[in-house]
C-alpha cells in the first residue's frame, strides 16, 4: 500500500504540525500575558523580565497607620480638621460621621486584596476604605497596579486572595447583583467604531436590561454627546470618548462610579467638564472612585484620597489628612546662622525634625502643635541669640506629599 | 466599631432611591441582547459585502449573464437554468459558505475582544455565558438568510428558467429508463424489465451513452452509469430541499466553529486562517486519504461528516455515488471522489453535533473565564 502509506505522512506530519505550532501559540500568549500583567501592574520588571531591586517603602507611623486602616488599628475616632487644600465656602463645609458597618457602609472595601501576575503583585495586600457619597481618588504613579486593582474590584481579572465588597456586596460571590449599581470605565474607554454613539449605548443597555434602555438619551444629554450620538465612534475625539464611557457608566443609574484615569488625552476644558461632571455626580450622593496619576487633578477634583505604590496602598485618608500627615507643622525660619539655630533646636527637643535648608532652615513640629508652638519656637531663638528674619508656615501639597511617601520621587510620573 | 469623620468639600448628598437590583444570573440571551450583537454584526459594511458577494454573488452574476443573453439571442444561447450552471454553482458553494460562515463567525466571536467593548460588557454584570450565547442567534440570523436566498435564487432559475427534465434517460440503443431512481429502485427496474437491462448494460463491458462505460458490467457499475447520466438533468424537488436544508447546516456549523475558535483564540485573523486551511487543505487530505487504522480519526473531522451527510443530488453532482462522497474542494482537480468508507448515519449525526457543541462550549468557557 505504497500510496495510502504516502497520503498517511501528509495528513500526520500536518497534524502534528498543527498541534505543536497551537502549543507554541498558545505558551507564548501565556508568556505575553503575564509580562504585560506585570508590567502594567507593577512596573517591576525590566526588558529582561527580571525583577527590579525593591525600593524601600515608606515606614508607616502608627498615625498614618491609624488613617489607612482604621478598623484593623482600632483607632479612636479620628478627627482632622485642617485647612482643606482648596478653602470651601463655609456653606459647602461640612462633616460626615461614618459609623462602619452601621450607617451606610463602605462603596468598597477590601481586605488583603491580592493579584498577581506570574511572581510580580500588582495588587498586594491592599486594605481600602472608600467612603460613600465622596469622590475618592485613586492615585499612583504609572504602573502601580491602580488599573489591576480596578479590573479586580470589577471581576475583569480574578484576585489571588483577599476579600472584596462593593456597596457592601461581597464580590465575586454576588458579582453580578454589586455591578448592577456600578458603572465603570476601565482604561481608555474604547467602543465598537463602526457603530454610532448611541448603538454602542444601545448594545450596553441590551446588556444590563430594565430600564438603562430609557436612560440612553438622559446619559447622552448628560454628558453632552446628543449632537453626536448619531456618528460613529470612530469619528470621535478623546474627550468625547471619555465622556461616552461616562454616559456608559451612567447606564446602570450607578450608586458607585470607578472612573479609571478620566482626564487621560482630555485638553484643560475637557478637564474642566470632566471634573464638573465628577463633582455633579457626587452632590447627587453617588460615590466616584478616581484612579489617577495627576496630583493636582485628584486634589482638586477628591474629598478622600489613597496613595499607592508597587501594588501597596501606602497612605489613605483625606488629602487634608496625607498633607498634613498626622498633624505634623511644618515650619520655615530664615535666621542668620542656621548651623547654631539647628543645635539649639534640636538641644530644646521641641521639633520632631530639623533640616538645613536653603534659606534658614524647616523645621517640623510634633503632631498637635499649633501656631503658639511657633512662637514658642521663635522665642527661644531669639533667647539663644539667633538672629530670626522671618518664620513662616511651610506650605504643603499633595505633590510634595506624594513624591515624599512614594517610593519613586516622580521617575516616571 | 471605629468612626472616621473627614472634612469634605461637598453639600449634603441629595438623598436618591436605590438602583433596583436585576438578577442577571440567566445564561439565556435575551431578545434584546441577541438583536444588538445582530446588529453590531450587520453594521460591519465590509464583513457584510463579502458575505453578500461570496454567497449571493455567483449566482446572481451567473444568472444574470445567461438569462441576459438568452433573451437576446435565444437561437445561440439556450435557457439559463440548466443542470449544468446548477452544477456548477452548487460545486464550490459549501466550501463558500462554510469558509464566509467561519468568517463572520470568527468576527462575532472576536470583536467585543478587540474592540475593547468586552470588559463594557462584564462590566454590566451580565452572564458571560448569554454574552457568548447570544452571539450564535445574532449571527445565523444574516448567514442562513443569505444562503437561503442564494439557494432558492439557483432553484428559481433552475425550476422556472431552465429545461424541463424528461421522464425518462433514453440509451443509444433506444433503452429509456425512468429519471429519478434510487439505487434499489434502479435495481428492481433491471429485474423488473431483464431484456431492456441487456440491452441497456451488456455482459462484458461496452460504452452506453456519452463516452460513459462500464468495464464489468456490475449492477453498481451500471447505477454509477445510470447516475452520470442522469445527473445532467435537473434534481428533483425533494433533492432540492435536502440540498438547501444541507447547505444552511454547513453554513450553521461553519459559524459555530468560527465562533467558538475566535473566542478561545481571542484573534480573528488566525481562527479564520486555520479554519480555512482546515476546511480547504486537511479536510480533502482526510476524504481522499484512506488510513486504516486511522479512519475513525478521519470521520472525526467535521468536513469530511458533512462530506458524507451530503444529499445524493449533490453527491451525484459532484461526480461520487453509492452512499455518499465528498464534494468537489478547490484544487481538487474536479471530481475528486472520495475513498473513505461511508459512515453510518448516526456517526455523521454524532460527529456534526459533537462540533457544534464542543465549540459553543469551548467559546462559552473561554469568554467566562477569560481577563477582560
Redesign the interface.
Known amino acids: 500500500m505504497p500510496s ?1 502509506a504516502n ?2 505522512h ?3 506530519i ?1 497534524l502534528i504540525l ?1 498541534l505543536v505550532g497551537a502549543g507554541v ?1 498558545l505558551l507564548r500568549r501565556r508568556r505575553a ?1 503575564d509580562h504585560e500583567g506585570g508590567d502594567r501592574g507593577t512596573g517591576h520588571t525590566g526588558s529582561s523580565g527580571a525583577p527590579r531591586e525593591q525600593t524601600d517603602m515608606t515606614v508607616i507611623s502608627p498615625e498614618s497607620q491609624a488613617i489607612a486602616d ?2 484593623a488599628a ?2 479612636e ?5 485642617s485647612e ?1 487644600a ?1 478653602a ?1 465656602s463655609p ?12 450607617r451606610d457602609g463602605w462603596a468598597v472595601e477590601t481586605h488583603g486584596l491580592t493579584k498577581r501576575f506570574g511572581t510580580n503583585a500588582a495588587v498586594d495586600d491592599v486594605e481600602l476604605l472608600v ?1 460613600r ?3 475618592f481618588g485613586y492615585l499612583g504613579p504609572n504602573g502601580a497596579g491602580k488599573t489591576t486593582l480596578i ?1 479586580t474590584l ?5 484576585a489571588n486572595g483577599g476579600t472584596m465588597a462593593l456597596l457592601d456586596t461581597p464580590v465575586p460571590i454576588e ?10 470605565i ?10 454610532t454613539g448611541r ?2 449605548l ?10 438603562a ?1 430609557q436612560r440612553i438619551v438622559p446619559s447622552l444629554q448628560r454628558v453632552g454627546l446628543v449632537e453626536r450620538a448619531d456618528h460613529k465612534v470612530g469619528s470621535y475625539s478623546m474627550g468625547m470618548r471619555q465622556r461616552l464611557g461616562v454616559a ?1 457608566c451612567l447606564l ?4 458607585l462610579l470607578i472612573l479609571d484615569e478620566p482626564m487621560n488625552g482630555l485638553d484643560p476644558a475637557g478637564m474642566h467638564e470632566m471634573r464638573e461632571m465628577i ?1 455633579s455626580f ?5 460615590t466616584v472612585m478616581v484612579s489617577s496619576h495627576l496630583l493636582d487633578e485628584v486634589e482638586r477634583t477628591c ?2 484620597v489613597a496613595i499607592v505604590d508597587h501594588g501597596r496602598v501606602v497612605r489613605q ?2 488629602i ?2 496625607l498633607v498634613h500627615g498626622s498633624g505634623a507643622l511644618a515650619v520655615s525660619v530664615e535666621c542668620g546662622d542656621p548651623g547654631m539655630a539647628q543645635e539649639v533646636i534640636e538641644r530644646s527637643g521641641m521639633a520632631a525634625g530639623v533640616a538645613l535648608s536653603d534659606s534658614g532652615l524647616t523645621v517640623t513640629l510634633p503632631a498637635g502643635s499649633s501656631r503658639d508652638d511657633i512662637a514658642q519656637l521663635t522665642r527661644l531663638l531669639v533667647e539663644e541669640g539667633v538672629a530670626v528674619y522671618g518664620v513662616q508656615q511651610a506650605q504643603t501639597s499633595l505633590e510634595d506629599w506624594f513624591l515624599t511617601v512614594t517610593s519613586r520621587l516622580g521617575g516616571d510620573g | 466599631m471605629s468612626t472616621i469623620e473627614t472634612v469634605v468639600r461637598r453639600p449634603a448628598p441629595a438623598p436618591r432611591p436605590t438602583s433596583p437590583l436585576r438578577r442577571m444570573t440567566s445564561a439565556l440571551p435575551t431578545w434584546g441582547l441577541i438583536s444588538t450583537k445582530n446588529l453590531e454584526l450587520r453594521r460591519r459594511r465590509g464583513l457584510m459585502v463579502a458575505v453578500f458577494v461570496l454567497l449571493l454573488g455567483p449566482p446572481v452574476i451567473l444568472y444574470g449573464f445567461r438569462l441576459l443573453f438568452h433573451a437576446v439571442d435565444p437561437s445561440h444561447y439556450g435557457p439559463a437554468g440548466t443542470a449544468s450552471a446548477f452544477q456548477d454553482l452548487m460545486g464550490p458553494m459549501p466550501e463558500l459558505g462554510f469558509i464566509i460562515a467561519v468568517t463572520v463567525g470568527a468576527a462575532a466571536g472576536t470583536t467585543d475582544l478587540t474592540d475593547g467593548m468586552f470588559r463594557h460588557l462584564v462590566i454590566t454584570g451580565r452572564s458571560r455565558i448569554a454574552l457568548f450565547l447570544a452571539r450564535i442567534p445574532a449571527g445565523l440570523a444574516i448567514l442562513l438568510p443569505v444562503m437561503a436566498l442564494t439557494f432558492t435564487l439557483c432553484c428559481l432559475v433552475t425550476s422556472f428558467e431552465g429545461v424541463p427534465n424528461p421522464p425518462s434517460i433514453s440509451f443509444d440503443n433506444g433503452v429509456s429508463i425512468p429519471v429519478g431512481l434510487s439505487e434499489s429502485q434502479f435495481h428492481g427496474w433491471l429485474d423488473d424489465h431483464p431484456r431492456e437491462a441487456l440491452q441497456a448494460f451488456p455482459r462484458g463491458g461496452g460504452e452506453f451513452v456519452d463516452g460513459v462505460s462500464v468495464a464489468s458490467g456490475s449492477t453498481a457499475s451500471r447505477y454509477d452509469a445510470y447516475i452520470d447520466v442522469e445527473r445532467t438533468l435537473n434534481p428533483p424537488i425533494n433533492e432540492m430541499v435536502k440540498i438547501g436544508l444541507w447547505l444552511e447546516l454547513v453554513v450553521g456549523v461553519g459559524f459555530v466553529v468560527g465562533l467558538g475558535f475566535g473566542a478561545l483564540t481571542g484573534q480573528r485573523t488566525v481562527t479564520t486562517i486555520v479554519l480555512i486551511a482546515v476546511q480547504v487543505i486537511v479536510t480533502p487530505i482526510f476524504d481522499r486519504a484512506h488510513i486504516a487504522y486511522f479512519l475513525n480519526g478521519q470521520r472525526l473531522l467535521v468536513g469530511v461528516a458533512l462530506d458524507q451527510l451530503q444529499p445524493a443530488g449533490l453527491t451525484s453532482i459532484a461526480g461520487g455515488g453509492g452512499g455518499g462522497g465528498p464534494l468537489q474542494h478547490f484544487g481538487s482537480g474536479g471530481g475528486t471522489v472520495g475513498t473513505i468508507p461511508p459512515m453510518p448515519t448516526w456517526a455523521m449525526i454524532f460527529v456534526i453535533v459533537g462540533w457544534i457543541v464542543g465549540w459553543s462550549v469551548i467559546g462559552a468557557w473561554r469568554m467566562a473565564t477569560r481577563d477582560a
Open positions: 495510502t497520503l498517511l501528509g495528513p500526520g500536518l498543527l501559540y500575558k482604621p478598623v482600632g483607632a475616632p479620628l478627627s482632622v480638621r482643606p482648596v470651601p456653606a459647602q463645609t461640612r462633616t460626615i460621621s461614618l459609623r462602619v458597618g452601621e467612603p457619597g465622596s469622590a479590573r470589577l471581576g475583569l481579572t480574578k458579582r453580578r447583583e454589586a455591578l448592577a449599581r456600578v458603572g465603570a476601565v482604561d481608555e474607554p474604547r467602543f465598537h467604531e463602526h457603530l448603538e454602542n444601545g448594545l450596553l443597555a441590551a446588556a444590563r436590561g430594565g430600564e434602555k456608559a446602570a443609574d450607578p450608586e463633582e457626587v452632590e447627587e450622593g453617588r474629598d478622600a485618608g483625606t487634608d489628612e
